[in-house]
């Protein structure tokens, strides 16, 4: 079973970067798009970006467009999640994912069948 750990959350002021980071433990991740996750108290999970199994295509949810970059290192079973321009809105805790399936909703958490435990994002004013 894939298991999957974040890191790099913390706390950063409005306008400033922060990148996380997810590493597997559970062998490779060549065959898995990997995905990134947002949930804030009391909302939903919430897509934030994905990157195909050959890190070819990247997909971006339209309020982080132009400021987050998802990227895979596949040798080191590694995903990133960059971050720029942040603002009070984007604070959550951030998970990464890993979905073995082949169905093209990768904005749905449902289609991800291994999840990090997490890791905080506060952005202050």
């Known amino acids: 079973q894939v298991q999957l750990v974040e890191s790099g959350g913390g706390l950063v002021q409005t306008g400033g970067s922060l990148r996380l980071s997810c590493e597997s433990s559970?062998?490779?991740?060549?065959?898995?798009?990997m995905g990134w996750f947002r949930q804030a108290p009391g909302k939903e999970r919430e897509f934030v970006a994905a990157?195909?199994?050959?890190?070819?295509?990247?997909f971006l949810a339209d309020s982080v467009k132009g400021r987050f970059f998802i990227s895979r290192n596949n040798a080191k079973n590694t995903v990133h999640l960059q971050m720029n321009s942040l603002k009070p809105e984007d604070a959550a805790v951030y998970y990464c994912?890993?979905?073995?399936?082949?169905?093209?909703?990768?904005?749905?958490?449902?289609?991800?069948?291994?999840w990090g435990q997490g890791t905080q994002v506060t952005v202050s004013s």
């Open positions: 994912a890993a979905d073995r399936g082949i169905s093209g909703r990768y904005y749905d958490p449902a289609e991800y069948d291994y």
């Open positions: 559970g062998g490779t991740i060549n065959d898995y798009r």
């Open positions: 990157i195909s199994r050959p890190g070819g295509s990247q």
